[in-house]
């Protein structure tokens, strides 16, 4: 059984951070491109940060550029997403996600930025 399981949200004020963590079972998580998506209350879950399985390919939405960091262990099987210079527009449930044979998501984890 796949688990997806984030953790790190919370309420933070703009210009703070955040590091989001996401522990994944029941997958070899070595060889699973990883990614993180946030879905904002009204709108279009969206794709915010990718990486491949070695660490070489990292992608970002043009939003969070230059603010977030994704990376990861894979002797930990844990992903991470490292969020600077938040905004206000950053809040929304951020979601870990997996692809193996099949795209695996996990229950998302809350992050509500204040101006």
């Known amino acids: 059984q796949v688990q997806l399981v984030e953790s790190g949200g919370g309420l933070v004020q703009a210009g703070e951070s955040l590091r989001l963590s996401c522990v994944a079972s029941g997958i070899i998580f070595r060889l699973a491109p990883m990614a993180w998506y946030r879905q904002a209350p009204g709108k279009q879950r969206e794709m915010v940060a990718s990486i491949s399985p070695g660490s070489v390919a990292l992608t970002y939405d043009d939003s969070v550029k230059g603010r977030f960091t994704i990376s990861r262990d894979n002797a930990k099987n844990t992903v991470f997403l490292q969020m600077s210079s938040l905004k206000p527009d950053d809040t929304g449930v951020y979601y870990c996600?997996?692809?193996?044979?099949?795209?695996?998501w996990g229950q998302g984890t809350q992050v509500t930025v204040s101006s």
């Open positions: 996600y997996a692809r193996r044979s099949y795209d695996y």
